[in-house]
């Protein structure tokens, strides 16, 4: 035990006298979720757009105001002609032109029916549907406004309910998704480099030739890393929790047990990473693309697995980190207990075994 | 008088798929000796070195290294060896002193008995003013010097080197010997593997390794005679060409 204590000890010089782990550890973390919680939204606040009026009447006028209201859009500029839509684009600020029809007013009297065309900049199309979809709403509350005197034959009335994120906060999204990439980074990542670069420098050798037994180096290594992501995961969370305002609906309790558990499971990738790489850099261009690049891709973190292509959603099940983003969205977004994602849990606890016992086999060998 | 072997090794081999690295070796160290392991670069010293330190498993043959087994002991074995090898391999990111505890930290050794071997050895190095500096800042020769010292933190029975003086200037390799020789007088048994022919003829008994095989072993003065040589680089050059 006291052969242990000495070894984490140092473990830790090694990670305190390293700026650039010491950046990886604490910086990034930090940069990371105040990066994708202000910067990467997919919300739609202030679009600066365009109006093309070419009747100008009452109806639109009361439209425009609407529009112009709502804190969802900016009315940036006036166009006059139908070319000049097509430049207000090209200069890139405006993402949509609200085009009202000659005699907008008189054709709604006359036919019951006035057309707006409404053209946003595609180029986002995320945008321009979330766009889209915001004026349709804005149109549809106008027009049952002003109905409302009148008594339908029948009418459908959908009444919407977004739960568990009412206000449509991407960093909601986004919270568990940081987390863990950062988890997965500061374990897998950090560790299998650590591992390597003991090969690299000889001393691992050293470490083998003395009575330390090979299971104990490798836990004298992964220990710190433990301390320190779930630091890491503790931060991430108060900075949700107080700067972004991110409910942790579920228990606290089981929403650390949970991180833990990924963390095992990260570290012991980055073992197995560890057991495969023999330079510090092949680590870490086996844990960016052979980790990263799936957990950002494949987890269900930016891109919904449901709408991903069947092949694509069979290999995301392979994905720790997809089932460990469905916990803790459960846990913290919908306050989930044990009941609902005992499955999951269970699926990372058999992974991580899996993966301790596929680098305890490749161990041996390397040792022979 | 009879001494003890501390390792016997009876047709040693080890093979990687079908190559041969070191092929049926036969030999033993008495207690106490300096024993020269010399080869050319790829000769099987390293490999041959690593079955007797026991991170290498032999294909076939026995050893026995302070009396326990290669296959079966290499626990006990552990104990028992200090191992400095061809790559520096202190921590260059730990103090000479943060150094000294770990590694005697990890051989088991008590805290008072760490303090009190830290102390000796940064003062016989003669490193008190910068025993507080980061190991990555002292000089080659220095960090082998305290590299070795530190292989012999917890009194090992033998201790392995495994090419200890490369890159060093021969000032400092006169001084590393010394040191090996005063290891040796208190009772250790030195086992080193060198390239470096003159040095040779600082060991009591040296074994000439050639292709995986052990081709001569004797005293260096007997080899000499035995090659009608006057240095041990021409025992060495001589016996290559006649093995061609």
Same mark, same amino acid.
């Given at each position: ?29 930090? &940069? #990371? ?8 939204? @997919?919300?739609? *606040? ?11 009447? &009452? ?39 609200? *085009? ?16 707006? #065309? ?5 180029? @986002?199309? @995320?945008?321009?549907? %979330? ?12 027009? #049952?406004?002003? *109905? ?67 299971? #104990? ?14 630091? @890491? ?8 929790? $107080? ?22 499971? %990260? ?6 990473? %560890? ?7 092949? &680590? ?39 089932? $460990? ?44 | ?12 081999? =080890? ?18 000796? !300096? ?35 290669? +296959?079966?002991?290499?626990?006990? !074995? ?6 400095? /090898?061809?790559?520096?391999?202190? +921590? ?14 990890? +051989? ?8 009190? =071997? ?63 020789? =005063? ?12 390239? +470096? ?9 040296? /074994? !000439? ?18 090659? =009608? ?16």
């Amino acid at each position: 035990m006291k052969r242990f204590v000495g070894f984490i000890k140092k473990e830790f010089y090694h990670i305190f006298r390293d700026r650039r782990s010491l950046f990886i550890l604490f910086g990034m973390p930090i &940069a #990371q979720i105040l990066l994708f919680g202000f910067a990467i939204t @997919n919300e739609i *606040n202030n679009v600066d757009i365009a109006i093309l009026d070419h009747s100008k009447d &009452a109806t639109t006028e009361e439209i425009i105001n609407k529009i112009s209201a709502s804190k969802y859009f900016t009315i940036k500029q006036i166009i006059a002609r139908e070319a000049e839509i097509e430049t207000a684009f090209k200069k890139g600020k405006i993402k949509a032109v609200l *085009n009202f029809e000659k005699d907008f007013s008189k054709n709604l009297i006359k036919d019951q029916k006035g057309i707006i #065309q409404i053209i946003t900049d595609a180029t @986002n199309p @995320n945008t321009a549907n %979330s766009i889209t979809n915001y004026i349709n709403s804005i149109l549809q509350n106008y027009q #049952q406004s002003k *109905n409302k005197d009148i008594v339908m034959e029948y009418q459908i009335i959908p009444q919407t309910r977004m739960v568990y994120n009412p206000e449509l906060k991407s960093v909601f999204m986004f919270v568990p998704g940081v987390m863990t990439i950062i988890l997965m980074l500061v374990s897998a990542m950090m560790t299998s480099i650590s591992i390597t670069r003991e090969k690299e420098l000889g001393t691992m050798e050293i470490l083998l030739v003395s009575p330390l037994k090979p299971f #104990q180096v490798i836990i004298g290594k992964v220990v710190p890393y433990i301390f320190l992501s779930v630091i @890491n995961a503790t931060v991430i969370v108060l900075l949700s929790i $107080f700067i972004f305002k991110t409910p942790v609906q579920g228990s606290l309790f089981l929403l650390g047990a949970e991180s833990v558990l990924f963390i095992i499971t %990260s570290l012991a990738l980055g073992i197995l990473i %560890s057991t495969i790489a023999e330079t510090q850099q092949a &680590a870490m261009m086996i844990s960016l693309m052979g980790l990263m690049l799936p957990v950002i891709l494949l987890s269900g973190f930016i891109f919904p697995i449901s709408s991903m292509p069947v092949p694509l959603q069979i290999i995301s099940n392979i994905i720790p980190a997809k089932w $460990f983003i469905i916990i803790i969205k459960g846990i913290m977004l919908k306050g989930v207990g044990m009941i609902y994602i005992w499955k999951e849990t269970l699926i990372l606890i058999g992974m991580t075994l899996f993966f301790i016992g596929l680098s305890v086999k490749k161990y041996k060998i390397r040792l022979e | 008088m009879k001494t003890e072997n501390v390792i016997e090794a009876d047709q040693l081999t =080890k093979t990687f798929g079908g190559f041969t690295a070191v092929n049926a070796i036969t030999f033993e160290v008495k207690k106490g000796e !300096i024993f020269g392991f010399l080869g050319a670069n790829g000769a099987g010293k390293t490999t041959a070195m690593k079955m007797l330190i026991g991170i290498s498993k032999p294909s076939s043959g026995t050893a026995k290294v302070a009396g326990f087994d290669v +296959y079966t002991q290499t626990e006990s !074995i552990k104990k028992n060896i200090g191992y400095m /090898s061809q790559k520096f391999a202190l +921590y260059d990111d730990l103090t000479v002193k943060e150094n000294i505890t770990f590694f005697g930290g990890i +051989y088991g050794l008590s805290r008072t008995k760490i303090k009190e =071997k830290r102390e000796q050895l940064v003062s016989e190095l003669g490193l008190e003013n910068i025993s507080n500096k980061l190991v990555g800042s002292l000089p080659l020769g220095w960090k082998q010097k305290l590299s070795f010292s530190v292989s012999l933190l917890h009194e090992p029975k033998i201790v392995f080197l495994d090419e200890p003086t490369g890159g060093v200037d021969p000032i400092t390799r006169r001084q590393f010997w010394e040191m090996i020789y =005063k290891a040796a007088d208190q009772g250790t048994t030195i086992f080193v593997t060198t390239h +470096y022919m003159d040095e040779a003829e600082y060991c009591d008994r040296v /074994s !000439i390794m050639v292709e995986g095989k052990i081709e001569a072993l004797d005293t260096p003065k007997k080899l000499k005679e035995q090659f =009608k040589a006057d240095s041990m680089s021409q025992v060495f050059l001589k016996l290559a060409r006649n093995i061609e």
